[in-house]
């Protein structure tokens, strides 16, 4: 009782309730319904306390922006002197692209099945790691070496591994559900407050959830709600139908009857012991590593722009802070050279100069695969219409200026593979089903479809490759440009905590003051793009996509590439 008192006390200003939702009897997967407001063109204000209110815009409803949209609004921007973040993100749609159990159920009986096997090679265009067993280092380093995993004593890349690579390509290039994302089966929030606390309720990150509205307490008693982090339309629910994922991997169905088995098994692909080499790794000593480990909604790195807030801290400091709510999209991790990128972070003097904040990084050991190294695995498919065939191997293979992205350390470059599909040997099983017995099939060599093919696959009048999510996928997994042209061989790293990056606060009432007796305001789409131009020369790491813009070779490179 006593902190709560002396917490209260160092507040000056309290947050005012930001939000109006209706969560009483909120079902998990379900989404919010905001209250009704009534539409003005005017600002509306809401009073939180004496000499307290919130500039609160209509309506509460989140308006999904496109990519398109915000690349016009930065088309303009002057190029400055740091590099992209090394990840970046798939936008989501309106909605996900479902299908109605009796539509598949249609495409099987009326197409023929298909089973049998395809050969993979796959090629490594970086070192490759899949993390083993990790050794601890001295405390206050985590690691002081990785290596390689090891199933049953053969060095292996888990077919799992492979799995959960191809899903999530699928997922984001048929715009399916979003099925790998963090979720607590209890109240308490994916990503509560503080980094895993939730008695410090002045404590600086907002928590929020994956699917669920999450109610916040701030040190005045007040509370205000920040909505999902996915679209709860985006998270699995089997009783509106199947995404393409789900069909192809399979799902688990908290709902009877519902669960699908998965039409594919990927095999572990052996690695040879030979094939094995140290490459370095880095992180920072007692601390998670730079821009991605812990997504916060006290920021608009990984989330949508919608608030900006006055807050009090600990120690008496007015700072602002800038709340988004709703991740940006699917994050994926550009492709580049991993041994100039670990260079990079290695020199401190261009990394971490600030040396009121000193946080070494350090460089650890992790066993790789060779780049260049070719290894083979095998995927089998069961009683699957050859739309989904062919949408597969597109998926595998596609088309020349995308590659995959696989294992530990993406954000430095590792993990670059290009997948060969060797052999396709396929049977059809077609309704009803033959008597003879299985050893009767004849396997027949399959011809696999060329990418300039894939607007053809359609389902229920319905494309299945999703062509915006497609061209964002090849801005980020281009592979073309990259080691290949040194011109174009820009570096991606996540920006330091240093003076005009993370470790700048923005001080309230020196760099920014709200409206007079106001503690927050809504700003969204272009106003918030504006918000932080206006605070660029006091810190950059404002508005991720603002950033990126700014950053070198990210319009005229990234932006260029195409599928």
Not at 304 to 318: F, G
Not at 535 to 540: A, G, S, Y
Request: charge should be positive; proline fraction near 6%.
């Amino acid at each position: 009782m006593a902190k709560k008192n002396r917490e209260e006390k160092i507040v000056n200003k309290p947050f005012a309730v930001l939000k109006s939702m209706d969560t009483k009897n909120l079902e998990k997967g379900t989404e919010y319904t905001p209250h009704p407001r009534k539409a003005s063109t005017a600002q509306q204000s809401v009073t939180a306390s004496p000499g307290s209110q919130t500039i609160d815009q209509n309506p509460a409803e989140r308006v999904i922006i496109g990519r398109e949209e915000y690349a016009n609004w930065l088309n303009d921007e002057p190029v400055g002197n740091h590099n992209p973040n090394p990840f970046d993100f798939v936008f989501l749609s309106e909605k996900p692209t479902i299908f109605e159990d009796e539509v598949i159920k249609t495409l099987e009986q009326d197409q023929d099945l298909y089973s049998g096997y395809l050969d993979i090679e796959l090629i490594t265009l970086t070192p490759v790691h899949i993390v083993g067993t990790q050794i601890p280092d001295k405390p206050g380093r985590k690691i002081a070496r990785s290596c390689f995993y090891k199933e049953d004593n053969d060095y292996c890349i888990p077919g799992s591994s492979i799995k959960g690579m191809l899903r999530s390509f699928v997922e984001a290039i048929t715009n399916g559900w979003v099925s790998q994302a963090q979720e607590l089966a209890n109240t308490k929030p994916s990503y509560p407050k503080v980094y895993g606390t939730l008695d410090r309720i002045n404590g600086r990150h907002i928590g929020f959830d994956s699917y669920k509205v999450t109610e916040n307490t701030h040190g005045n008693g007040r509370t205000s709600k920040i909505e999902p982090g996915i679209p709860c339309k985006y998270r699995t629910d089997r009783k509106k139908g199947l995404d393409i994922s789900s069909y192809l991997f399979g799902v688990i169905s908290e709902e009877k009857g519902l669960s699908r088995k998965h039409k594919l098994v990927i095999e572990d692909a052996i690695v040879t012991e030979s094939d094995l080499h140290d490459y370095d790794m880095v992180d920072i000593e007692d601390s998670a590593f730079m821009g991605g480990a812990h997504p916060s909604a006290s920021n608009w790195w990984y989330m949508v722009p919608s608030q900006i807030w006055e807050r009090t801290t600990d120690n008496h400091n007015h700072v602002v802070e800038m709340i988004g709510e709703g991740f940006w999209g699917r994050k994926f991790y550009f492709h580049q050279d991993p041994i100039k990128c670990i260079a990079f972070y290695k020199d401190n003097t261009k990394w971490i100069p600030d040396p009121r904040r000193p946080m070494p990084l350090y460089p650890y050991p992790a066993a790789c695969l060779d780049k260049q190294k070719k290894i083979k695995f095998r995927i089998s498919v069961k009683r699957i219409p050859k739309i989904m065939l062919d949408l597969l191997c597109l998926c595998l293979i596609p088309g020349r200026n995308i590659r995959h992205k696989l294992g530990y350390g993406k954000q430095y470059g590792y993990g670059a593979v290009e997948l060969e599909i060797k052999k396709a040997e396929m049977r059809k099983e077609s309704l009803p089903l033959s008597l003879f017995e299985e050893s009767d099939w004849t396997f027949q060599k399959y011809e696999r479809p060329k990418w300039e093919e894939r607007k053809q696959l359609k389902l229920a009048n319905q494309l299945l490759i999703d062509e915006v999510a497609l061209t964002s996928l090849a801005k980020i997994l281009g592979w073309a440009d990259v080691m290949r042209f040194p011109e174009n061989n820009i570096l991606c790293t996540y920006p330091p905590y240093r003076l005009h990056d993370f470790q700048t606060p923005i001080r309230y009432g020196q760099d920014y003051t709200l409206p007079n007796g106001v503690s927050s305001k809504v700003c969204t789409g272009n106003t918030a793009i504006v918000e932080a131009k206006n605070l660029w020369d006091r810190k950059h790491t404002i508005h991720f996509l603002l950033y990126q813009s700014r950053a070198k070779g990210y319009k005229d490179i990234i932006m260029a590439r195409k599928p």
